[in-house]
């Protein structure tokens, strides 16, 4: 999993290059979702988004021996319940990259 030390280098090199080459982050900060304080909003990304692979829940996460290393899961909540950040917006910007992509080879 992600540790909290570290976060520049918390993915694996496989979602490193595809968070790369679709350039999530940069459609982060479009979208509007930033955070001012606390843990950024790349990091709280990336760790909610390598549950998925990892096969995990946010609770079991928490309760297993390494779960002290980890953002609260008030943190994460209100993370991905806040009012002013633009879900559908970013993930409107994240579906148009691969296009763009296929475009340009297209030519």
Known sequence: MIEHND????????????????????????????????????????????????????????????????PAKDAVYRFLNHSKFAWRRFLTLLSIMPFKKWMRLRM
Do not use: P
């Open 7 to 70: 976060q520049n280098n918390q993915l694996t090199k496989v979602l490193r290059t595809v968070f790369s080459e679709l350039e999530m982050f940069k459609h982060l900060r479009n979208a509007g979702i930033t955070k001012k304080f606390g843990f950024k909003a790349s990091y709280l990304f990336q760790l909610v988004f390598c549950l998925i692979f990892h096969q995990k829940s946010w609770f079991t996460l928490l309760t297993s021996k390494k779960g002290d290393r980890y």
